[in-house]
């Protein structure tokens, strides 16, 4: 298993400014996931990240609004830019070890409220 | 592309009665098929998958889920409810491959009455 660790756990943020959340992992990962779930909704995949590339992102998703960084093997940012309302949601930070089982481990989450 | 079907938003139960949560997958290759379970606040937590070794699958909290290929199904059972089985819980698939990202299905609340 993995022990994920996301900052914040929650913020509240006014409209039009920026965060940066960050998510750190035990041990070294190849691949790295950025989860969003939207309050009462299920979770939708905004972008993987390989650490020495470029994010690859969604349908839906575009780096100016969710730029990701992934400076190495344990750790990845994911910034939230000019937040609006429309992006409260939990953000979730993942991880795959490898080995073929395909599982995800999580983080337990940022939530963030935007006013 | 694959995806989940999970049928029912919300499922009422008595404490000590069958648990059921139903999920219906698509997939164009073989899958591989996740439970998972949300609590108030928490992140996800596996309770169980199948990589296509043996079909009926234990997970923890005497949760179990059976793949049926003809039916693109893998329901998650549990014989009797507890409270503490009150949570979120989310059926997710990927290709087999092993670094493929899950695709969700919109959830199933569970809950447990007295």
């Known amino acids: 298993s993995a022990v994920i660790s996301q900052k914040p756990s929650r913020d509240i943020c006014q409209r039009g400014t920026s965060l940066t959340i960050q998510c750190q992992v035990d041990?070294?990962?190849?691949?790295m996931f950025w989860y969003r779930q939207q309050p009462g909704q299920s979770l939708t995949l905004i972008a993987t990240a390989n650490q020495g590339s470029e994010a690859t992102y969604e349908s839906g998703f575009v780096i100016d609004k969710f730029p990701i960084s992934r400076p190495n093997l344990t750790f990845s940012t994911l910034t939230v830019s000019n937040m609006s309302p429309e992006d409260s949601s939990i953000y979730l930070c993942s991880v795959n070890l490898g080995g073929g089982s395909g599982e995800l481990f999580f983080g337990e989450g940022s939530r963030l409220t935007v006013l | 592309a694959q995806s989940v079907t999970q049928l029912g938003s919300h499922v009422s139960v008595s404490e000590g009665a069958l648990v059921l949560l139903r999920c219906n997958y698509s997939s164009s290759v073989p899958p591989y098929l996740f439970w998972y379970v949300q609590y108030p606040n928490q992140g996800l937590q596996l309770l169980l998958k199948y990589t296509s070794a043996a079909t009926l699958v234990k997970g923890i909290n005497d949760f179990e889920a059976e793949f049926k290929k003809s039916e693109t199904s893998f329901h998650l059972t549990k014989p009797s409810a507890h409270m503490s089985d009150a949570a979120e819980y989310f059926c997710?698939?990927?290709?087999?491959?092993?670094?493929?990202?899950?695709?969700f299905g919109t959830g199933t609340r569970l809950l447990v009455s007295p």
């Open positions: 997710a698939v990927s290709e087999n491959t092993g670094f493929q990202k899950l695709v």
């Open positions: 041990s070294q990962v190849t691949m």
